[in-house]
């Protein structure tokens, strides 16, 4: 098992460098593919998370028996769909499931949905969904680096984000407010210059992949 040390822009960086930054990213990989990542925050906390095989049993005893002073653990199981992954994670917190969600990564490894599961029902909750559309031509044409959430490829590539109601249709679609000088939305239902159609055309999406964003569902995903 290799160990590969990175800050929190995805860059990879030495174990001196990563000690004396004090945060870092610190995987635990099997040919290239991550196991584990200890994630060390400025406060001092260290989370921990943990790739989950069918064949493993009692993952989260063993990790606490291993980590005794980690209060967080996530515990993901990934399917791998052609040039997508999904992950189903569970976030423990003092050793209690505190949230399930659902993420989508493409293959660059970026998060470009996520769905948020109730602990209890075990039904999704439409609110707590979000999308991502990232756009290298997009960037270049009308966006400026976008430093919110903290990832070189979010800062280059991140376009919009969107948010939804309770039945799971579009709420709102936000370019990020770090990628224009005036956060703009847009909105179903609205006049230009705040439509839907408007942020289509903007970033040059077809109907098809623009439809993708008006519902919280990951699947199936159009070609991008």
């Not at 599961?117 to 031509?137: A, E, Q, R």
């Not at 799971?168 to 705040?194: C, M, R, V, W």
């Amino acid at each position: 098992m290799s160990i590969i040390y990175k800050n929190f822009f995805d860059e990879t960086i030495s174990e001196i460098q990563a000690l004396k930054i004090g945060t870092y990213k610190k995987e635990f990989q099997n040919n290239n593919i991550v196991k584990k990542i200890e994630n060390k925050y400025p406060s001092g906390n260290l989370h921990v998370t943990y790739y989950k095989e069918n064949n493993e049993n009692n993952v989260l005893e063993h990790l606490m028996q291993d980590y005794p002073d980690v209060d967080v653990f996530k515990i993901r199981t990934r399917q791998v769909l052609g040039d997508f992954t999904i992950e189903d994670e569970d976030y423990i917190k003092n050793g209690t499931l505190d949230l399930k969600r659902t993420l989508l990564r493409d293959n660059l490894d970026r998060i470009i949905a996520y769905k948020q599961i109730d602990t209890i029902t075990n039904l999704p909750m439409h609110i707590g969904s979000v999308k991502y559309f990232y756009s290298k031509d997009i960037y270049n044409n009308y966006c400026v680096p976008n430093l919110e959430y903290n990832s070189i490829l979010d800062k280059e590539f991140q376009v919009f984000s969107t948010s939804y109601n309770e039945d799971g249709t579009l709420n709102e679609i936000s370019l990020n407010s770090e990628s224009t000088h005036d956060k703009e939305s847009f909105f179903p239902n609205q006049s230009a210059p705040y439509d839907i159609e408007t942020c289509r055309q903007i970033c040059n999406l077809t109907n098809e992949q623009m439809n993708y964003f008006l519902t919280d569902e990951l699947l199936p995903i159009p070609n991008f």
